[in-house]
């Protein structure tokens, strides 16, 4: 597995709430400890998991846009030109056949 499919995966679970979950657990049970350096320590980690919610929202709510224009681009395209539309459709299927047929 290459560092970027780690990387992604990482960012599933984040998104997913299962790592952020533990931290704030962690960081729930560090709330009582008396030391001055956990208590700097939690701070510190208490700001990056706020910051990486806030760029994870932020991320997702970038792909949802990209995702709606690219649909309504898709879709003004086969409404504009839909022979067009058909032949593409109809040489992806063809060629889809053939890769499936040479098994």
Known sequence: MTTTQ??????LRMDDGGLMADI??????????????V?????RVEDGV????TALLEKKDQIQR????????GDL?????PWQSVG??????????FLVGRR
Request: aromatic share 4%; no cysteine.
């Open 66 to 73: 990209q995702a709606r224009d690219a649909v309504k681009a």
């Open 39 to 43: 208590s700097r320590l939690r701070a």
């Open 6 to 11: 780690k990387d992604k995966g990482a960012t």
């Open 24 to 37: 704030q657990e962690l960081l729930e049970r560090l709330q009582h400890v008396a030391d001055p350096e």
């Open 88 to 97: 593409v459709a109809v040489l992806a299927g063809a060629f889809i056949g």
């Open 77 to 81: 395209y086969v409404r504009d030109r």
């Open 50 to 53: 706020r910051t990486a919610r």
